[in-house]
């Protein structure tokens, strides 16, 4: 499976070193607005964001409604 643009822009944290830094990370994400994905085994597992996105993707409909959306608008924006 592809995952979206953001996933590849994010930084890429394994779970074991979040959980070290948690405090660190979290108020990276809340003053710089940008996510981190957390690995396992290198492979994403899930990610930190802004509550901002986080709520936007509840009012969407839940997350898997919010994926939906943004892929169907980056299909729409990058079809010829």
Do not use: C, Y
């Not at 994403?44 to 802004?50: D, F, G, I, T, Y």
């Not at 509840?58 to 919010?66: I, N, R, S």
């Amino acid at each position: 499976m592809r995952h979206i643009g953001m996933v590849d822009a994010m930084d890429n944290k394994p779970i074991a070193e979040a959980r070290a830094n948690l405090s660190e990370l979290i108020a990276g994400v809340r003053l710089l607005r940008h996510g981190i994905t957390l690995t396992s085994r290198g492979r994403p597992q899930a990610a930190l964001v802004p509550f901002e996105l986080a709520q936007a993707a509840e009012a969407a409909g839940g997350m898997d409604a919010a994926v939906t959306i943004l892929r169907k608008s980056l299909t729409a924006t990058t079809a010829p």
